[in-house]
Every structure is written in C-alpha cells, then in structure tokens.
C-alpha cells in the first residue's frame, strides 16, 4: 500500500527520458519539429548539432544516461525556436519514456505557472525552512527555495529512490544545492522530529491519494513548529470542451474522469473537504483559494500537446459508464486526426483549476 501511495504522490511529478537520439522520441513528441536538446547546445559550443537537421545523431551527442545529461525539449516553426526548460535529468537507460511519464511530462506546460502563484500566495517566511512532502523530482522544491530566498532551506520528501536521484541532480545545475536537500521517506511516517519545519507542502499528494487524508495531515502538523503553516494543492476542475458541456460532465463522472475519488470513497474524503481534515487536526486560521489557469487560441504546440496529453489522461480510455454515442463523440473532438478536433477552433478556450488549502500549527 505504501509503494503505491508514493507512485500516486509522483503521479503528476515524474518524467523518465530515452536517448534523445532515438526514434521512440520522434515518435512520441507531437507538433512541427521537436527534439530533446542539451542545454548546453544553447552556449553554441562546438559540435553541437543544429536541431534544424533530420535527427540529432552526432557522436558528439552527450550519453543520456549521465548524470551530467542536460535537456531542454525544443520545437522548431515558423516562429523560430521555443522550448521548455526541465532542466537536468539523470536519464535512467532502462526507464524509457513511456506512454504516461510523456503525458505527464507535457502538463507540466499548464500546471508550472499555476503552482508558482500558489506558492507566491502562501507568502513563506524569508529564511525560513520547510518541507516539501512527496517533491517527486524536486521541481516545485526548487520553487519553493527561491520563495524563502538563499537563507532559507527546504527538504524534498518522497518515497521513490530513482525520483530523487533526477532530484538531486537538478538541484546541482540549479544553483541552488546550498538551499535544498533531499531525503527518501515516507509522508504517513514522516522521517523528522517534532517542530523540525517552519511550515509543511505537499502538492497533488497529501490529500489527493487513497489513504485516509487526516493522519497524513497531523503528520505534517507534527513536524511544523508552533505558528507554521500547513499547505496542500490539488488540481480540482477543468473546463476543456467548450460547447459540449453534458458530454464533458458525462465523461468528468466516469471513473477516471472522477480520479482520485473513488465509487464508495466517503464524500468528506473527497479532497475539497480539506478545510475539515485541517480543523480536526487542530489547525487554525485556516484559509483556502483556488487558482485558474486557462488557454485560448491560437495555441501554441507545447499547449496544444499538453492538452493532447490532458484530454487522454482524464478521459483517453473505454470507459463502461459512456454510452457508444458517448465515446464516438469524444473521439471526434478529442482526436487530433479527426476533422472536428476541438482544438482546431479559431475561438478554443479552456480552463483548469488548482485549489489550496493552509492552516496555522497551534500546540
């Protein structure tokens, strides 16, 4: 129960890459032109491979399975290039990138914003220290680094080994190594002593997998001194086929449509009801806010891959709640080779939401 608690705290957070080089790459990543790329390309150093050129195979190529293997994931149009920094990754060979860690990868076109503002809000303390628990390869660590400045120090949480090796290694590039740590642990038996942490984080995790939410959330208050804060966010709602508002409600109440909510799960586990795990585990000035991020057309490729990805993610398999009519008409606005493809709408526009939920630690 455990190991698949911390696969579904890294659900959102894990990317696992190939060989840039290989075919499975070109395959997968969607849109004009798009190509893994070591960061360091972009100092132009010599023979670097132009990413213009049919497949970057040069032997001066960087072996992925490095710990030093730099990426950027880069596409090529008519707007010249655009890219994503995900920054460094130690490419496991024999983790390739599959069907779902691509998926995931793309969300985080959408969600990466969303999540900044979050923190932003939650206004941490300069110089403070806190934890990040269930901080899968550590990108939203380094975000919450940067919020309580090079005084400050946070601790990346999570139960993968392999999510916190990339962890580590994106840290060592990022220049914030000083300011972050990370530990293997577990987040329902939390590996700190009492009042270890200024404040405590979890996003997409505490509250947002199957265990019962209000353990893991006095194990946060445990660790958290007096007067810190407690913050957990979890995607919430999204609004993506606009005009079609019974199908997407039908597809919404399917069972991946509902995930993490279960058939049978007790509504106030439902991770809306946050405020009341947060008042039975003794918190105080309890807030909550939701954040919307939205996209409307024209997209960009990077945007329309990610809700490529989103749209098979929440909905992408048979599901035996739909009607046939149901699927067929998923299929046909959901289906980037169908001539009715949503996406092609000169008027698209979408919207998701991420809520959080904090509260002060009182003992």
Known sequence: MLVFFGVFCRFFNMLLWPDPRSSQVLQVLSG????????????????????????????????????????????????????LQFGVMNVLHEHPLGPLAYKLCMSDFLREPVIGSAIQVLELPWGSSGLDAGCGIGSHTLLLAEAVGPAG????????????????????????????????????????????????????????????????????????????????????????????????????????????????????????HALGWFKEAGLEELNAHTFAGDVHAPLSNDIRSALISLFDMRWGKPQSELSQEDWEEYQRLCQPESPDFILNLSDYYAFFTYSLFSGKVVK
């Open 32 to 83: 004009p032109i798009q190509v893994l790329l070591p960061r360091s390309y972009f100092s132009r150093s010599p023979g670097w491979p132009d990413p213009r050129s049919p497949g970057p195979r040069s032997a001066s190529w960087p072996d992925p399975r490095s710990s030093q293997a730099e990426y950027k994931l880069y596409q090529l149009d008519k707007t010249g290039y655009r890219g």
């Open 153 to 272: 120090h946070v601790i990346g949480l999570d139960l993968s080994f392999e999510s916190l090796v990339q962890a580590k290694e994106i840290t060592k590039k990022s220049g914030l190594s000083e300011q972050v740590s990370f530990q293997e642990g577990d987040v329902s038996n939390l590996p700190f002593d009492d009042d270890t942490f200024d404040w405590a984080w979890s996003v997409d995790c505490v509250g947002y997998a199957p265990l019962e939410p209000l353990p893991l959330v006095k194990e946060l208050a445990r660790v958290v001194r007096p007067d810190g804060n407690i913050a957990i966010l979890g995607w919430s709602s999204q609004q993506l086929l606009p005009g079609y508002p019974q199908l997407e409600a039908r597809l919404n109440a399917t069972s991946a449509g509902i995930a993490p909510f279960v058939k049978g799960k007790m509504p106030e586990l439902h991770f809306l």
